[in-house]
C-alpha cells in the first residue's frame, strides 16, 4: 500500500496554535496538549494512506489545484496532494475563528 508523506503548512500551524491558545483557557493545559497530539496524529494516520479518498472541498472550485478536506471533530482539515506529499493547508473550526 503506498503512503504519503504529511506535512503542515505554516498557515494550517498558525490556526491550530490559534485554536491551542483558546482551548488552554476552557479546557487546561493538560487537556489541551492532549487534544492536539490527538488531531495532528489524526490527521497524519488518515492523510498518509488514502487522501484522493476523501471528498473535494468546495474551496477547490476556486483554485487551480484540487483542495479535498477531512472532518475531524469540530474541524474541517483542507488539504492538496502532490505527488507522495499530501499538505495540510488550513484548519477551519468553529474554535479558529475560521467558522
Given at each position: 500500500?503506498?503512503?504519503?508523506?504529511?506535512?503542515?503548512?505554516?498557515?494550517?500551524?498558525?490556526?491550530?496554535?490559534e485554536?491551542?491558545i483558546?482551548?488552554?483557557?476552557?479546557?487546561?493545559?493538560?487537556?489541551?496538549?492532549?487534544?492536539?497530539?490527538?488531531?495532528?496524529?489524526?490527521?497524519?494516520?488518515?492523510?498518509?494512506?488514502?487522501?484522493?479518498?476523501?471528498?473535494?472541498?468546495?474551496?477547490?472550485?476556486?483554485?487551480?489545484?484540487?483542495?479535498?478536506?477531512?472532518?475531524?471533530?469540530?474541524?474541517?482539515?483542507?488539504?492538496e496532494?502532490?505527488?507522495?506529499?499530501?499538505?495540510?493547508?488550513?484548519?477551519?473550526?468553529?474554535?479558529?475563528?475560521?467558522?
Amino acid at each position: 500500500m503506498k503512503t504519503y508523506d504529511v506535512e503542515f503548512s505554516n498557515t494550517a500551524e498558525n490556526e491550530l496554535i490559534e485554536s491551542v491558545i483558546w482551548a488552554i483557557g476552557v479546557w487546561g493545559e493538560e487537556s489541551t496538549f492532549r487534544w492536539a497530539r490527538s488531531f495532528r496524529e489524526a490527521a497524519r494516520r488518515q492523510l498518509s494512506t488514502f487522501p484522493f479518498g476523501l471528498p473535494l472541498a468546495p474551496e477547490s472550485e476556486f483554485d487551480d489545484a484540487e483542495i479535498r478536506q477531512l472532518l475531524i471533530g469540530r474541524y474541517r482539515v483542507l488539504f492538496e496532494v502532490n505527488d507522495d506529499l499530501v499538505t495540510i493547508l488550513h484548519i477551519r473550526g468553529s474554535f479558529s475563528g475560521q467558522g
